[in-house]
Nanobody, 115 residues
């Protein structure tokens, strides 16, 4: 089992940057994959970015070139650096961990991008 706590959300103007953090309650070294998802009002939750145990990354087309996912195993933390933010990036961002025992989710952090 692993608990995930997101932080770093907030209100930012379009074109600005934010860095989200996801702190895990235990070592993430052996976790198969971790990722960030987001859910905007009235929309389904969608994948933003994932990173595997080996460091391979995957991004939604809408964020490629603007967002970067990374993991710091000694700190048990995964980050999402978000640059050139757009109003359409406004959503609750959730951290996800895929383990042999199942998927785990954080409580989410709100990101609001104003025009």
């Amino acid at each position: 089992q692993v608990q995930l706590v997101e932080s770093g959300g907030g209100l930012v103007q379009a074109g600005g940057s934010l860095r989200l953090s996801c702190a895990a309650s235990r070592s993430i070294f052996s976790i198969n994959a971790m990722g960030w998802y987001r859910q905007a009002p009235g929309k389904q939750r969608e994948l933003v970015a994932t990173i595997t145990k080996g460091g391979s990354t995957n991004y939604a087309d809408s964020v490629k070139g603007r967002f970067t996912i990374s993991r710091d195993n000694p700190k048990n933390t995964v980050y999402l650096q978000m640059n050139s933010l757009k109003p359409e990036d406004t959503a609750v961002y959730y951290c996800n961990a895929v383990t042999y025992r199942g998927d785990y989710w954080g409580q989410g952090t709100q990101v609001t991008v104003s025009t």
